[in-house]
């Protein structure tokens, strides 16, 4: 049922250690989309930070390159398949990963 979600919300099911590999692979970007305030709190190390509700998203993305793999996650997995969305259909490979707390639960390291 999660799979099914998480594609309906415009991602695929992707592992922690699928995203603990993409921070380190020079043609991935891990993006964290939440605002800057939970960005603040703790983000995985090594990720880059785009606020999906910002009024820059659409002008981020555009400064963003179309031949990365893009790993985006939120806090829990909402934002992050919107964000998701909006970039597939703008020609990005994204992966909609989910929440933060299920990554830093697998390990991944996380930086305050």
Not at 21 to 37: C, E, M
Request: charged residues 20%; contains cysteine; hydrophobic residues 40%.
């Amino acid at each position: 049922m999660l799979s099914f979600l998480n594609k309906l919300m415009g991602g695929s099911s992707v592992s922690p250690e699928t995203v603990r590999a993409a921070l380190s692979d020079p043609n991935a970007v891990v993006l964290d989309v939440r605002t800057q305030g939970e960005w603040g709190e703790g983000h995985l190390d090594g990720a880059r930070h785009l606020d999906v509700s910002s009024a820059g998203f659409d002008a981020g993305l555009k400064k963003l390159s179309k031949d990365k793999t893009y790993y985006v996650y939120c806090r829990s997995g909402g934002r992050s398949g919107m964000a998701v969305a909006k970039m597939q259909a703008q020609g990005f490979t994204a992966h909609n990963v989910g929440g933060i707390g299920a990554l830093a639960g697998a390990g991944l390291p996380v930086k305050r």
